[in-house]
């Protein structure tokens, strides 16, 4: 008989007694005695811990049991988990503001999120040796870093980025090369020559000998060298263009842009407001990939003056003004009433999503395929939504010059997969599933036969 290997952490279950002290190279995670909980299960899985030594079967005493919780805090945290803890919650301070983050970090589930996230990755004492110096050689390049990090990890998450732990670890040290540009240089409050200028840009090359010195994986390279490279090959160290992007590299350089604009940095000139920051990135959709800085709107709930946007109570309205200090609530006009108003303190209604901005509308003829992307994304909120009568009015937009079987190739089979994979990721009920397949069935009644 094949024996089960119950030294996967998916056989854990609730009650048991951790068996082994669990480390993470060095660091004590989690010590032999633990009682398994959902939070043990929570965080084993975050640390990335998939594997234990095999389990001892013996039933804890319960009053052991009982004095084991009541060390848990002890035994969780050793110096090394607290001080970056510790500077988890430094770096906050320094960098979240609601004027540049919206509303997002108020809720205590994406900030634990993040939090261990960023535990595990300084885990790797490689990668909190780095950052640690390059907090040391330029305190505004490490809060940056952090900066980063966190708006890049969320938006990974709502982008669908597949491996959001390695980009998350990339967008912490993406800027690293900079411990090899010269401190003063750094910390330049004016404008800088020509040869400063280039020594600077010289940090993305350098960024690759600090990953090879430091024997980090090469799944960083890409993220470090090209992160200042653009869409329309504007970019550096090597003029690539957009086919040579990949999604990851495209977020990065939306928010590391976001960032840059908008965080104040010791000794310069004022920043950006983060109204004026999302303006530029729109404005420039030949460098930006536009899809990500729609989702950088979405994600901070800061929307432009004059962008339409859909409400919570279905209406869609113009965003007529926003007050830069509070600009998660702009005053709304309606389309269809006229009616004008300050979107609810008490959040009684709500802005759902992005629909245009007049500068994206008035798309220009080498970014059709971000215009399609777009029309798909409106496409495919509304359908999933339920509202296929809406979803149909983006029909057209999304299948406009393609011939029929290409329809139901590009169109129809991307649908039944999409829904499929929200299915697996457990966004929709086998249920749920099988109304959006119903849907199809209506859509290919409609327009293919
Ligand atoms: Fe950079
Ligand atoms: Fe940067």
Known sequence: MVQEDLSFISHLKKGEVIASDIYFNKTLLVK???????ELLKNLENW???????????????????????????????????DIKVLFYESLQYVVSEARYGLVLNSDVELSWLENLFISSLLDSRISTLLFSLKKQDPYSYFHSFDVFLLGSLLARESGIKDIRSFAIGCLIYDIG????????????????????????KHTVYGINVLIENDLPLIYRDLIKSHHERLDGSGYPEGLTSE????????????DTYSALTLQRPYRKNPFSSIKAIELLLSKENKYDIKYVISLMELIKIYPKDCIVKLSNGKRARIKSVNENQPYFPILEELDTAKVYELPLNFSITIVRFIEWENIVDVKPDSEINKKEIYWNYFFNEFINGDLEEAMNYFPMVTEGMASNNIFIDVIIRLIKEVETKRIDGQLSIGEEHDALLKIKEIISLTLV
């Open 32 to 38: 032999a005695g633990t009682v398994v909980n959902n």
């Open 244 to 255: 040579f992007l990949s999604e990851e590299i495209r977020l990065l350089a939306v928010v």
């Open 48 to 82: 990335g811990v998939t594997k234990l030594q095999p389990k001892k079967q013996f039933p804890p005493k319960k009053n052991k049991i009982e004095n084991l919780v009541k060390q848990k805090e002890k035994i969780f945290y050793s110096k090394e988990l607290f």
């Open 178 to 201: 900079k411990l090899k540009i010269n401190r003063k240089l750094l910390q330049k409050d004016d404008t800088l020559s020509k040869t400063e200028y280039e020594e600077m840009q």
